[in-house]
């Protein structure tokens, strides 16, 4: 990117003999003529600004590539020629960084700060990628979930809000073009956000600590000089050694590698996606890990399955286990791709808010608003009992040869037949005894009367907590001809009684009892 930005930053100075001169300054220092020549381009040596300007846009940024480790010099250079910070950033549409639209990185990182995860950012990016993503994944502002810090007022005030502070060091998008100044790009902007101020105090409070470094070659200046600093600081007082974490899937430059120590533990040979969405699902596994620990020390009262005993119940033990460790990484590649081609689509952004709908499903047997990422409640007691059915399910479903997914998974798990029919399953704990059955029905019907229909012709509800169900009649749902969208079919709808899965008597007794009260 910024060897397009200073490709672009040339392209567009204002004509005259300075922009002329500036430029094959650079052009002949780094023998763009003679590079231009390999390719079969002829120009004059030293090329000239206006046969700079006739390029193609990928073999300009490509010449430009060889100023990147000077790009602050540059930009320093070409401010005076354009006359004005603002000028020059608006030569490069700086109004990008507002416009840029989050990928696949962004949002895993947006549900790792809702989820507390992560408890402090700090970017040298001008860009609102994270901000954007965290707004589309809740329904409350950003300034709740993260407490940006672009200048030094906000700085002071970042105990004021959520306890997730998300310093941008280099500058905000939203400063362009009213404050421009506070915009890091040249040599003296650097120099300056290395000094004491805010900036300084950020980077120290946040290098002092476990980090992780993404997307960071360890030539930026903001960042390595503290660094060094730091880790002379803890050498002299003899302090433990703050740990750094590069992610970098080739090998690494020689400042990231003093950033490591050199140790290969601490080179993370992942892209950004595979890094983020490996954090996300790896705090969802061992808060998963931690139910089983805790069903670990239950005794049999304690249990919903009451008949399982100790045996048994380790044995079922042992198969969640192999759900969360094996089974859960498989659904992953399943879904992004194998490591060799991995596929960072809309479907796979959206997996963290699909799951989020099923939990909220669990908990509470309806989701309140589609399309939104809600906070994972970790409650271990419910929790294995959840992972103790969903292993049961997954069973069934290799046994009589049905796929499983999470489309549209505000209405549950889409269970395929060979024959192409789809079913849901809804995977409910209930927040009452005795209220699961209606609340599912008024969900349900809520939907149809919203939707026109729901996407499967049948729901089933497969209990994971000891309810009573099938004692109100008036909550059935209503015949064909009486609902308010003519022609729609109303969703068949299956409750299976709790008595008879949490009366089994192991776990296969509870595989062979769903499968046949699924009918498949």
Same mark, same amino acid.
């Given at each position: 990117?910024?060897?397009? *930005? ?8 204002? =004509? ?87 990928? $696949? ?55 004021? @809000? ?96 003093? *950033? ?90 959206? *997996?963290?808010?699909? *799951? ?24 271990? =007691? ?10 049961? =399910? ?57 939707? @026109? ?16 169900? @099938? ?39 509870? $595989? ?9």
């Amino acid at each position: 990117m910024l060897a397009r *930005l200073v490709a672009e930053a040339f392209r567009n100075l204002p =004509v005259g003999v300075e922009s002329n001169s500036v430029f094959e300054a650079h052009s002949g220092r780094h023998a763009f003529a003679l590079k231009l020549a390999a390719k079969r381009i002829t120009v004059s040596d030293p090329c000239t600004l206006e046969e700079f300007r006739t390029l193609p846009l990928n073999v300009a940024q490509e010449l430009c590539s060889v100023l990147v480790p000077t790009y602050g010099d540059v930009f320093r250079d070409l401010q005076q020629v354009y006359g004005s910070k603002q000028a020059m950033l608006t030569g490069i549409d700086f109004q990008r960084f507002s416009d840029a639209e989050p990928d $696949v990185a962004h949002m895993f990182i947006a549900c790792l700060l809702i989820e507390g995860r992560i408890t402090q950012v700090l970017t040298t990016n001008w860009d609102r990628l994270i901000e954007k993503a965290i707004a589309r994944n809740t329904s409350k502002p950003c300034s709740e979930t993260a407490k940006v810090v672009i200048d030094d007022p906000s700085w002071l005030d970042r105990f004021t @809000g959520p306890p997730v502070i998300f310093a941008k060091i280099h500058g905000c998008a939203t400063q362009y073009p009213t404050n421009c100044d506070e915009i890091v790009i040249t040599t003296t902007d650097l120099h300056i956000a290395a000094a004491p101020g805010w900036r300084h105090d950020a980077v120290h409070d946040i290098l002092s600590r476990r980090v992780l470094f993404c997307g960071y070659s360890a030539s930026d200046y903001t960042l390595m000089v503290p660094a060094k600093v730091i880790a002379d600081l803890r050498s002299r007082a003899a302090l433990p050694n703050a740990e750094y974490f590069v992610a970098h899937d080739a090998d690494l430059p020689a400042g990231a590698r003093e *950033l490591t120590g050199t140790s290969a533990d601490y080179h993370l040979r992942m892209y950004a996606n595979d890094m983020f969405a490996s954090l996300y699902f790896a705090a969802m596994k061992k808060r998963f890990e931690n139910a089983i620990t805790t069903a670990e020390q239950q005794t049999q009262p304690e249990r919903a399955f009451f008949k399982w005993n100790d045996a048994i119940w380790r044995q079922a033990l042992d198969r969640v286990q192999i759900l969360v460790s094996n089974e859960l990484a498989a659904f992953l590649e399943a879904t992004i791709g194998p490591s060799a081609s991995r596929s960072y689509d809309d479907s796979v952004s959206n *997996l963290p808010i699909d *799951l989020a709908h099923l939990r909220q499903l669990f908990l509470e047997g309806l989701v309140r608003q589609r399309g939104i990422y809600v906070p994972f409640r970790f409650d271990p =007691v419910k929790d294995i009992v959840l992972l103790i059915i969903m292993a049961a =399910v997954i069973d069934v479903a290799r046994a009589a040869n049905l796929t499983l997914s999470v489309e549209s998974s505000f209405a549950g798990i889409t269970i395929t037949e060979v024959g192409g029919v789809k079913r849901k399953i809804m995977l409910v704990h209930g927040t009452y005894v005795g209220s699961v059955e209606p609340m599912v029905h008024e969900y349900v019907s809520d939907i149809e009367n919203v939707d @026109g229909r729901f996407p499967t012709f049948e729901v089933l509800v497969i209990p994971c907590n000891q309810y009573t169900v @099938g004692k109100y009649p008036a909550s059935a749902p209503a015949p064909v001809l009486s609902k308010r969208l003519p022609g729609t079919h109303a969703t068949k709808r299956t409750f299976i009684k709790p008595d008879g899965v949490f009366g089994t008597n192991d776990f296969a007794n509870l $595989v062979l009892h769903l499968r046949a009260q699924l009918g498949v």
